[in-house]
Each structure stands twice: as structure tokens, then as C-alpha cells.
């Protein structure tokens, strides 16, 4: 299969996939909660499939975009889980129409224009910032959360399904007892949120949603979703945080070596920042790097070799450092395997991905704009 | 115009554009140079119209796949400004079967490739390292650039045409007198060389490309071709080097306006970095910036605001930190201006345009892969 990859190629290990697939899907029925798995990590109706055949039937987005493609493709209940943009209102409506929608919305302003355009019905969340200070509203902020839900009582479009929350600061972190505190004081301030309004919404549900925490816990209590996504792939920076082991990372880059320079033991690859995208983690020396080498074999690859890092890129270059005798193993028109920081800006970047027994799957980004 | 605008949209500034192009090809026909732009930037037949109107007939890309995309498009005479990767010859000999194909090489590796699996005439450029250490071969390396230089001499089909550098360390700078002194190094080494050859190949020819010296410099003497790219469109980094005004940016990003956060006055943008791409400037304060808040314009837009920035970006999310003034300014479902800090990765995320008046224009990145 390699010797048939003549340009710069994202790599999946299907096997790999699907066994972390399998691992949240059992995990989730474990603790009796509906994963709901974020689809913007790979954004393929292929890897979709992988999903539905280990039971899934609810999915998450970041696009209206994205709910329109797997609702394209057979995807009947899909949440959006980004403060729903109210200029397309044309495309939440078509939606709306055809699937179980779940929007989500932080402000009072958002609930209006729903409540006087929808011309369908949709399930309504209220996102809560539990800590991570990037958007929801604070659960202390009773006032405003109050006028919403009146909003919400009233409408008959809306229907106030539940709260939820995304913790993204346990991606900043790497020690498990700091992700589970965040993961548990969270899950304690969606449930007094829900409390305040349990008594005239009976069903409200919790939410909650980020790979390092579904990783790391085995017990999950006080929700009734998890919507974790780039655990499909996992990537350096989950291994970093310590979601996952090098063994389960299932995207790979495969760059040809177009040049070398002995006389700083250096490698230039073709995979620049628009095929890497230009995400970093911080090396042992303090120094950034974007990419560690793996040894590509017909069935798979490597853990990442020690002494040789993608440690710059430009828009199409790559520059690795390497030991001399790692150096030296490498030839001109070699491939090399490299894992990404953040898988899902990779395959954003990539456009499409090649299974190791060279099926080429689809994602949104590479499709017809 | 900006009324139909529902989702995260790259503008583009046809005018602003046409007067950048046009500025680059009055430069080089004053100083009797070829105009070879590199088509990198923007990846789109309909702005390489734009060129050809000015009188472009030569032209840079940075990937074969890039050069087969333009060769479509009816341009005949195309470099290809990255080490060649051998790993695809036969995407080499299909270029080389119907352009006039320029490669680069830095390398007798790859020369000795060429040498064997060319079934068709090409034009060999060799990479001559100036000073910027990503890749090239060093003006000393006298050993190395014979060895190559007999090689091409014995080759049928290798055409030895030229000598070439990118100075990407102008990019690093923010002093026109440290750009023109770079550029003028460059300059100087690649004279150094194509005299040691030019007995045997009168006709070799210096080429040299980065946007900072080719637009900082009026008078650019001791080279052929210049292959600027970036200053099609320009961008907040140029803008910050010195290379422009901001007047001059023709791609502007349109954001909606999806939460706001009074507390610590931030509005969220639907707009992440899968829109942006993660490259950023340092501000005023140390902080980094990934844009810069401009009035959007039925005609164009605005200087950049001072007091509101774009401070953070995560997959789908933009946060835009603001004056409590400005702050006040914006309300839900509002379209924002955004200018980009790298033009040719925030075109590449969104793999399209949208012209002022409602043209929408392609890029390579968005075509079906």
C-alpha cells in the first residue's frame, strides 16, 4: 500500500478507530449515559458509519453546515453545539424540518429570534459555562437564566431540553486528578442548574462533552449525555494530556522526504502548516514541535521514535530534526510517518483520509465548497 | 450584499486586489523583470484571471497537484518552487507532457531521478540556501554543485535554466534597511553562482521571491524573475513588516456575531481556527492576536479598530476581546469584520471567496479532493 502513496497522505487505521469507538460506545452503556459523539473531529459520513454500526444514534456538530451533511447522510438527531447562529435561519428551519435538532443558545437575544422565526419545532439547550470562560452563561446568573426559560415556557417551537456544558480547560491539563475535579464540579453546577427548573421541566437532561475527562473517568454519574469527539482519532496532545496511549493515536501523516541536510541533520518533508495546521505542543527542551516520527509498516505504525521531531513548517515545508544515525536511515523520496498534534485540524486541513488497505473516506472540508 | 451573508464568509476586495497585482507588474516591467507570481496565496483560476490581464504569463505554485490545477486553467509556463518530490513522476512526466514544467532541486538525488524517469523536457532551477536554513543548497558547496551541475550537462532532458532563493527570513523582520539587506546578500550569492556556470550555460537566470524585499525595493537590479506571492492580497504580518499599508489588505473575513459576554466585555464570533488557521502576531501588550476588528462597508471596510481584537481561537470559535465602547457596539447575529494575520492559510481554510459584489470565487482547497 505505501509504495502506491506518491503525495501527502493522512493515514487511518481503521482498527484503531473502531476500537476507540468501541471503547466510549461501552463505556457510555456502562454507566447507563447516551453518547452523543462529536462529529467535527473527523467529519465523514464513512466514519460515521463506524459509529452507527456500535450503536450510536445521536450526534453532535459545531456547524449548521456539518448538521446539514449527516442529516444528508441519514443522521436523524443532531445537536449543534455552538451558540446557534440566528442569520441562517433559512438553513436551521430546513433542518428543523427534517430531523431532531438540537440547538444551543447563551443569551436571551438568540431565544427570541428562535421563538419568532422557527417554523418547526427544536430542542433547545442552555449552555452553561461551568469554568472554561470561553461562552455560555454563568449558573449563578439567575436573572438572565430565568428570563430565558420564561421565554422558553411560553414558545411552542422551543422546547427546553436540557443544560450543557464543555469543559475545553481540561485540555490545558495533564494530571488526571485536576481533569476529574473540573469534570465533577461541573457536573455538580449543571445539576443545580437543572434542579432550579426540574419542577416545571421534569425531563431536562445534562450534558457534557470533552475527550479528556470521558477518557480518564470510568465512572460517570450526574449526566445523561457525553458528546467526547476527537477520541475517534486521539492525537499527541490527548497522549500529552493523558487521555490516551501512543498505541491508540489512528491518524498518521505520510510525507515524502524532498530533502536533506546533513550538515544540521535536518529533513525536509512536503507537509507544511496546510496539511499539518499549525498546532504545537511544547517539547522536552522547552521548544515547540509539531509532528513525532513514527516507522510506517504495511499494517500500521511505530510508537513516535525518540531523537527526531517535526519541529517547524512553513506553508508546504516540514523541517525535521533528527540524530545523526536517525538521520541517516532516511533516504530522498522515503515516506515518513508522522503523528499530529491535533487530529482534528488535521483532517480538517487534509480534506480526506486513506485507510491502510487504501480506501480513500471523505470529510466535509474536502468536499465541493 | 452583506444581508445575504449568513455564515462565515472570506470577503474579497476585487479592486484592492486588481491595484495589488497591478502595482507588482508596473515594479517589474520598470525594472525589466519577469513578473512570476506565486499562485499559492490565492489557488484560484478566477484571480489568476486578474493576472493574466496584467500581463502575466509565468507563474509559481508550491505542488505538483497546484500545477495541475493552473495547467487546466490554460497556464503554460509554471514552477514548481518546492524540492520535487520524486515519489510522483508520474504527475512529473504528465506536467512535462503539456507545460513548459519548471522543477527545483537541492539535491543530486533528485537530479538523478529526473535523469532516469523524464520522458519529457523540463527546466531544472537549482535552490541555493542564501541565508534563510530551510532548505537549498549553500553558495560554497562547490563539491556538491558540480557533481549536479555535470549531471544536468550529460542530462537530455534536464534543461540546467537558473538559480534561484527564498528569502523567508525577510518575514522575521520589521526594518526595511535589514530587508534590503538581505535581499541584496541573496542577490550577490546568487550572481556567485550562476557566474561559476555561466561559461558553460550563458543563458542561466536568477530568480528570487519573497513578498517583503519585492515590495519594500523600487529598484531591483542583478535578477531575472522576482516570484512574490502573498502581496496578491496581503495581511496583517505584511502589514506589520512593513510591506504594506493596511489599506492595501484585499481579504477580509465576516464573521457572525454568535455570544456576548459582558462581564469581561468578549463577543464570540462564529469563526475558528478551521476558518482563521492558527497563525497570530504578537500585540502591543505581548498578547497574541489572531485578527484585527475592521468596520465592514457595503463598499469595503475600515482601517482596524483600535481597542478589539481577535485574542483566542478554538475549533468553530472566535474570541474577540473589545473596549467596553466597542463592546456595546455589536449585538447578536451581527456580521464582524476580521482581518487576517496570514492570508494565504485563512484562504486555504476557507476554500473559496466572496467578492463585494456577490461573485463567489474559487480555491483549490475547496474543489472536491
Given at each position: 500500500m505505501l509504495n502506491h502513496i506518491t503525495q501527502t497522505t493522512l493515514l487511518l487505521d481503521e482498527e484503531k478507530c473502531r476500537r476507540n469507538i468501541a471503547m466510549m460506545a461501552e463505556k457510555a452503556a456502562r454507566n447507563n449515559i447516551r453518547l452523543r459523539p462529536h462529529f467535527k473531529t473527523h467529519q465523514s459520513a464513512q466514519v460515521g458509519e463506524w459509529f452507527r454500526e456500535a450503536g450510536t444514534e445521536a450526534i453532535t456538530v459545531s456547524s449548521l453546515k456539518m448538521a446539514r451533511y449527516f442529516a444528508m447522510h441519514g443522521w436523524k438527531d443532531i445537536m449543534?453545539?455552538?451558540?446557534?447562529?440566528?442569520?441562517d435561519m433559512a438553513l436551521v428551519n430546513e433542518l428543523a424540518e427534517k430531523i431532531k435538532l438540537h440547538l444551543v443558545a447563551v443569551n436571551i437575544e438568540t431565544v427570541q429570534a428562535l421563538a419568532k422565526h422557527l417554523q418547526h419545532p427544536v430542542n433547545l439547550w442552555l449552555k452553561i459555562d461551568?469554568?472554561?470562560?470561553?461562552t455560555g452563561i454563568l449558573p449563578h446568573s439567575h436573572e438572565e437564566l430565568d428570563a430565558i426559560v420564561a421565554l422558553l415556557e411560553e414558545?411552542?417551537?422551543?422546547?427546553f431540553t436540557g443544560v450543557l456544558a464543555h469543559d475545553g480547560h481540561t485540555y490545558k491539563q495533564t494530571d488526571a486528578e485536576a481533569i476529574r475535579t473540573i469534570h465533577h464540579t461541573t457536573v455538580f453546577l449543571l445539576n443545580l442548574v437543572r434542579d432550579r427548573y426540574k419542577a416545571r421541566f421534569p425531563e431536562l437532561q445534562v450534558s457534557i462533552g470533552d475527550t479528556p475527562s470521558c477518557s480518564i473517568l470510568q465512572t460517570i454519574t450526574g449526566v445523561d449525555e457525553i458528546r467526547p469527539g476527537n477520541f475517534v482519532f486521539y492525537d499527541l496532545t490527548q497522549q500529552h494530556i493523558g487521555s490516551c496511549s501512543f498505541e491508540q493515536i489512528a491518524v498518521c501523516m505520510a510525507c515524502p522526504v524532498i530533502a536533506k541536510h546533513p550538515e544540521r541533520n535536518e529533513i525536509i518533508v512536503h507537509g507544511g502548516s496546510v496539511h499539518f495546521s499549525k498546532d504545537s505542543l511544547v517539547g522536552a527542551d522547552g521548544s515547540l514541535i509539531f509532528g513525532r516520527v513514527v516507522e510506517l509498516t504495511e499494517n500500521s505504525w511505530s510508537e513516535p521514535l525518540e531523537g527526531i521531531e517535526l519541529v517547524s513548517l512553513s506553508q508546504e515545508h516540514g523541517t525535521i530534526r533528527a540524530s545523526k544515525e536517525l538521520f541517516d536511515k532516511y533516504k530522498i523520496g522515503d515516506l515518513m510517518g508522522i503523528l499530529p498534534i491535533h487530529s482534528c485540524l488535521t483532517a480538517d486541513a487534509m480534506g480526506n483520509y486513506t485507510t491502510l488497505d487504501g480506501k480513500r473516506l471523505e470529510h466535509l472540508s474536502g468536499i465541493a465548497k
Amino acid at each position: 500500500m505505501l509504495n502506491h502513496i506518491t503525495q501527502t497522505t493522512l493515514l487511518l487505521d481503521e482498527e484503531k478507530c473502531r476500537r476507540n469507538i468501541a471503547m466510549m460506545a461501552e463505556k457510555a452503556a456502562r454507566n447507563n449515559i447516551r453518547l452523543r459523539p462529536h462529529f467535527k473531529t473527523h467529519q465523514s459520513a464513512q466514519v460515521g458509519e463506524w459509529f452507527r454500526e456500535a450503536g450510536t444514534e445521536a450526534i453532535t456538530v459545531s456547524s449548521l453546515k456539518m448538521a446539514r451533511y449527516f442529516a444528508m447522510h441519514g443522521w436523524k438527531d443532531i445537536m449543534v453545539a455552538i451558540p446557534v447562529n440566528i442569520r441562517d435561519m433559512a438553513l436551521v428551519n430546513e433542518l428543523a424540518e427534517k430531523i431532531k435538532l438540537h440547538l444551543v443558545a447563551v443569551n436571551i437575544e438568540t431565544v427570541q429570534a428562535l421563538a419568532k422565526h422557527l417554523q418547526h419545532p427544536v430542542n433547545l439547550w442552555l449552555k452553561i459555562d461551568t469554568g472554561y470562560r470561553r461562552t455560555g452563561i454563568l449558573p449563578h446568573s439567575h436573572e438572565e437564566l430565568d428570563a430565558i426559560v420564561a421565554l422558553l415556557e411560553e414558545s411552542e417551537r422551543l422546547q427546553f431540553t436540557g443544560v450543557l456544558a464543555h469543559d475545553g480547560h481540561t485540555y490545558k491539563q495533564t494530571d488526571a486528578e485536576a481533569i476529574r475535579t473540573i469534570h465533577h464540579t461541573t457536573v455538580f453546577l449543571l445539576n443545580l442548574v437543572r434542579d432550579r427548573y426540574k419542577a416545571r421541566f421534569p425531563e431536562l437532561q445534562v450534558s457534557i462533552g470533552d475527550t479528556p475527562s470521558c477518557s480518564i473517568l470510568q465512572t460517570i454519574t450526574g449526566v445523561d449525555e457525553i458528546r467526547p469527539g476527537n477520541f475517534v482519532f486521539y492525537d499527541l496532545t490527548q497522549q500529552h494530556i493523558g487521555s490516551c496511549s501512543f498505541e491508540q493515536i489512528a491518524v498518521c501523516m505520510a510525507c515524502p522526504v524532498i530533502a536533506k541536510h546533513p550538515e544540521r541533520n535536518e529533513i525536509i518533508v512536503h507537509g507544511g502548516s496546510v496539511h499539518f495546521s499549525k498546532d504545537s505542543l511544547v517539547g522536552a527542551d522547552g521548544s515547540l514541535i509539531f509532528g513525532r516520527v513514527v516507522e510506517l509498516t504495511e499494517n500500521s505504525w511505530s510508537e513516535p521514535l525518540e531523537g527526531i521531531e517535526l519541529v517547524s513548517l512553513s506553508q508546504e515545508h516540514g523541517t525535521i530534526r533528527a540524530s545523526k544515525e536517525l538521520f541517516d536511515k532516511y533516504k530522498i523520496g522515503d515516506l515518513m510517518g508522522i503523528l499530529p498534534i491535533h487530529s482534528c485540524l488535521t483532517a480538517d486541513a487534509m480534506g480526506n483520509y486513506t485507510t491502510l488497505d487504501g480506501k480513500r473516506l471523505e470529510h466535509l472540508s474536502g468536499i465541493a465548497k
